[in-house]
C-alpha cells in the first residue's frame, strides 16, 4: 500500500484512464463526455410501489407464492453468510414481507393470508411476476432493491435499477455531518454545493432538503443511467430547482463554479480493484463496476477529489468524503495535511455507526 | 355538565370497586388485584377512586408485594363523567405525594403582581352598572316571581361569584402582562415560550370577554325593560323578562364552569394513593377526561378512617391513613425528559466486513444506549437505518420518561412517608363509621353523616364545598 502510494498521487489526475478497461466497456470514453446533457434517451424504470394497481389474484395463488417463497429462503439458513457475508433466512423472510407491501395495494390483505377464501387481491405486479423476481433473488442474489426498484434512505425512498448503485446505509451519516456544518454555518445554506458521483440522487437531495432559498446543489455522474435516475428521484421529491445534474466526469461539468463551492461531498469509488471479484454476489455480481472499482488501492478517486477541492471550495468550504476505512482515512488526512500546500484545515475523520472510521471532513481555508 | 351523572358514574364505579374488594379476600397479592381489573371481562367496568381506593391498601396491607408492576386498564371507563376517553392504572414501587408540584401550583396560581387596568365599566342607558345593581341590594325572589330586579340581582350576584372565582383582578393584571410580552419584538426567538404565553393569553382574554359579554347582555335586558314599560309594549317585556330568566339559570353553570378555571384544570391526571404505615399500598392511576384534574385535586391530602376492623377477630377499632396526590398530565409534552444527543451511542449491528460499498443488506438495525442510565432501545423492522433510528428513539424516548416518572415518584415518597407518620396538619377529611357515623372535611367543615354513601363515591358534596370555598374567600 505505501509503496504504490506515492504514484497514486500523481495518477489521480487521470483516475478514469486507469480504470479504462473497465469504463469503455460501459460508457462512452470520457473526452467525449458532455456537460450538463440530461439524457432523454433513458427512460428510468417505475420502481415496483409506483406502478399502477392493475392486476388482481385470488389470495390462495399468493399465498402459495407467499409459502412457496418463504420456503425458499428458509431453505438458505446461513450459506451465503458463509459463502460471502450475504444475507441470512431470516433478512430474506423481512425481505419477503417488503416485497408484499410493495407489491400488494390494500395492505389488509396481508393479515388475512391465514384463511384463504375466494377473495382476490389487488396488485402492483402479477403472481407469475413475483415467481420470477423471487427466484433472482435467491438464485442469482440479485440485490432485494433491484427487485423492487426502491431503496429506502434516510427518510427518502429513492428509486434504484441496475446500472445504478444502491445507496447504503453508511452514507445517511454524510447527510448528518453537514447537517451539523450548515447548523453551525447559517451563510453555507445559501451557496452552491456539489455532490459528485451522485449515483441515485441520495446525497443530493438529502442535502438540497435541507439547503436555504438560495441553497443549490450540483450533482454529477458519469453514467447516464444513474443521471437519469438521480432525474427521475430529484423529480420526485420536486427539487428540480434546487438539485442540477450534470452529466461528466469528476469536476469537469463545474468548471463555471471553480472556486465558488459553499460545500463538495462525494462517495467515489472507493474499493481496491483486487477486491472487486471477491465481493458478496449482491454487490460483484449486480452493482456497477465503475461505481465500485477505487483503482489499484482504491484511492484514485479520492485523492482526485481532493485535489480538485482545493481549487473548487470557496475559502471556509466544506468537504466530506466516503473512504473503505480506516487506512484510506488516515492516507487521505495525510494526503491533505502534507501535500496540498495548507489549503485545508478542521480535518476530521468520521466513524459510522458500525465503528468504522468512514468519512474525511474538512474546510478550506 | 351534569353533576347527576357525575355522581352517578361515580357510583358506578364504586360499586364496581366493591366487588373487586370481594374478590380481593381471595387473590393473596395486592397486584393481583390490578390483574383482576384488567382481565375484567364485565360490562359494568368503572374505575376506582381514591376515597375507596386507598382502604383497600390499608385493609391488605399483609398482602404486601414489594415488586414494581404496571397494570392497564381498558378504555372507556366512567369517571367523572361518562365521555372519559381511557384510564390507566399504574402500581409503581413508590410513588406519592408530589410536593414539587403541588407548591407549583399554588405558585402558578398566585400572581402577585402590581398594576391593574381601569376597564371601561358597562352600563345602561341610565348609567345603571353590575356594581350599582349589586349595591341596590334588591332581594333576590324565587325564580317564579316573574319580577326583573330580582333577576338582575341575582345574575350580578353569579357575575360577582364568577369574577372572584375567576380572580378577576389578577386575570386582569396578568392579561396585561401577557400582552405586554406579546408585544415584545424577540417574542418568537423561543417559539416554546412564545406558544405558551400566546396559549395562556388567548384563553385568559376569552374567559374575560366572556364575563363581559354575560354582564352586557343583562344591562341590554334591562334596558329593552325601561324601554317597553316607557312604549307600553307588554309583548317586549315579557321576551326580556324571558330572556333575564334564562341568563339566571344559565349563571348557575357558568358559576360552576368558574370553579374549575385553573390552568391546569382541564388536564388529565394521575391519582396517587399510598397507604399508611408498612407494607406498599401505593397505586398509580390514570384519570383521562375533561376536568379530571380540576375535580381531582380536591381530594390531595391525608385521609383517615375510624373503624372496627374487619380483619381483627377481637373486633377492635382500627384507624388507618391513606395519602392521595394528584398529579396534572400537562398535554404539551413538558414532561418529556429532554435526551441530549451527546449522551447517546448509536451502533449498527453487522457481521463485521468492511460494510461501505462492500457490502449490500437491507439490514440497518440501530441500537441506541443513552449513555447516563444504560438504557437502550433497538428496533430493525423499518426499511432505512435512519427510520430504524427514529422507531429505536421514540421506545428510547418514552422508557426514560418512565423512568422518571418513578424516579419522581420515589422521591415524592419520601414526602409522604414523613407526611403519614407525623403530619396531622395535612389531613383533610375524616371517615368515622364507628362508635358514631360521620365524614368530615377538615378543611371545609362539611360533613356527611352517611359515610357509606361517600364511601360508595357519593363525594361531590366534598369536591364543591372544597373548590367554592378555595377560591370564594374574598380577593387579597
Ligand atoms: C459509490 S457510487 C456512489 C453513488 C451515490 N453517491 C451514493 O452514495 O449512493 C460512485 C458513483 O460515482 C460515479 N462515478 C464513477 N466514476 C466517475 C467519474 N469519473 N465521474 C463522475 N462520476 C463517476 C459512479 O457512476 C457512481 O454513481
Redesign the interface.
Known sequence: MKLSFSSAYFASNFPVFLKSSVVTSLYRPVSSSSQSCLPTCLKPQVPLFLKPPIYSTALSDLKSWHDWAKSLATSIGSTFVESDNGPDSSLLCRELKWLMEDAVEDQSVLTQMGNVNNQTVIMRADVEELYSLWKQRIEDRRPFQYLVGCEHWKDLVLSVQDGVLIPRPETEHIIDLVADVLSKNEGLRQGVWADLGTGSGAIAIAIGRMLGKCGRVIATDFSPVAVAVAAYNVQRYCLQDVVQLKQGSWFEPLKNVEGKLAGLVSNPPYIPSKDITGLQAEVGRHEPRVALDGGINGMDDLFHLCNGAASMLKPGGFFAFETNGEQQCKHLVDYLENHTSGSFCGLKIEPDFAGIQRFVTGFRQ | MSFNMLKRSWRKSLHFAEIQRSQLVCSSRFSSFLNKIVENPSGSRGDLVPSNWFWFASKYRHFSDSSSQVATLPSGYGFYRKNIPGCRSYLLPDINFCYGFLQGLAFSSRFRLLGSQAAMEPSTSDGLTVEGILANNWTVLDESENDWKSHASAIAQSIHLIKKRLQWKKLIVRLNMLSMELNKPDLWDDPVHAGKISREHGSLLGKMKEVKAFEQELLEHIDMIKLAREEDDADLESESLKALLNMRRNSKEKELEALLSGEQDSCSCFIEVQAGAGGIKRATIKVDGEHAFGYAKSEVGVHRLVRISPFDSNKRRHTSFAAVAVIPIMGDGSTRVQINESDLR???F???????????????A?RIVHIPTGVTATCQ???????NKASAMAVLQSRLDQLEMTRQAQMNAHHTQSLTDITWGSQIRSYVLHPYRMVKDLRTNYEVSDPDSVLEGDIDGFILSYLSASLDKDEE
Open positions: 448509536i451502533e449498527r453487522r457481521s463485521g466486513g468492511a460494510g461501505g460499498q462492500h457490502a449490500n443488506t437491507t439490514d440497518s440501530v423492522n423499518e426499511r432505512s437505518q435512519h427510520q
